[in-house]
């Protein structure tokens, strides 16, 4: 936790109680601003957690256990990044970033990260949004891409939160090897996608912009990430 998270959260521990975002502003003294942007922090990490009360959201803490938890987490990332690093050993490592603004400059970068998949392979995502060009809205992209998708024989694993369950059912019952798990609800306007040496940070504001890191020791370690999340989240 940074500074301001960890005054939001002492604050809420020494309440004991839920409390509205106001209460927390005046206790804590900090800007209304930073004391939202933490609680959304906190609760992702599963420290915080809310209720609504009369149409107004309640905060609690939960309890400091969940602290061992994220450690534990966060240490088995590291033991796995530092075995898969031995591995590599000394050998000089291809790395690259380019960055794609616009919506035809992101569905031209789905398009062409599906040729650098191998075969029967799964493209890992992370997200809480589901972008108009997969509901069906733009078939000139969709249909062109799930054709590719088949060529390649290229799977999807989604990592979503429950908002958006519906989608990834229908889209398990009715498109190429898709499957899922639902994370607990958060919402990140964003997105990452796992692909095999590359790894994209998609940003769902407007324009849609997409950051793509090429580096297999990174790419493995968000893979190795999504493999933990994959195991906590629930089908």
């Not at 601003?33 to 149409?55: C, D, I, M, R, W």
């Amino acid at each position: 936790m940074n500074e301001k998270e960890a005054r939001v959260y002492v604050d809420l521990l020494a309440k004991g109680r839920a409390v509205g975002s106001s209460k927390i502003v005046a206790t804590t003294k900090l800007h209304g601003q930073f004391v939202y942007n933490a609680l959304a922090t906190l609760e992702e990490k599963g420290l915080v957690k809310h209720s609504v009360v009369n149409g107004r959201k309640k905060f609690q803490a939960n309890t400091p256990e969940r602290l061992s938890q994220l450690i534990d987490e966060k240490k088995i990332i590291a033991e796995r990044t530092r075995d898969m690093l031995a591995e590599f050993g000394h050998k000089e490592i291809e790395q690259g970033f380019e960055v794609y603004e616009g919506e035809g400059a992101y569905m031209q970068r789905q398009i062409d990260a599906l040729s650098e998949m191998s075969e029967s392979k799964d493209i890992l995502i992370i997200s809480t949004v589901w972008g108009d060009m997969f509901k069906g809205l733009r078939p000139d992209f969709f249909d062109n891409y799930e054709k590719v998708r088949e060529e390649h024989a290229v799977g999807i694993r989604f990592l979503v939160n429950e908002g958006l369950r519906d989608i990834v059912e229908r889209a398990k019952k009715s498109r190429y090897r898709v499957n899922y798990r639902i994370l607990p609800e958060h919402k990140s306007f964003s997105g990452i996608s796992v692909y095999k040496n590359t790894t994209d940070f998609a940003l769902f504001g407007d324009p849609i912009t997409a950051f793509s890191f090429r580096n297999p020791i990174v790419t493995q370690g968000y893979r190795n990430f999504f493999e933990m999340l994959w195991e906590l989240g629930k089908s």
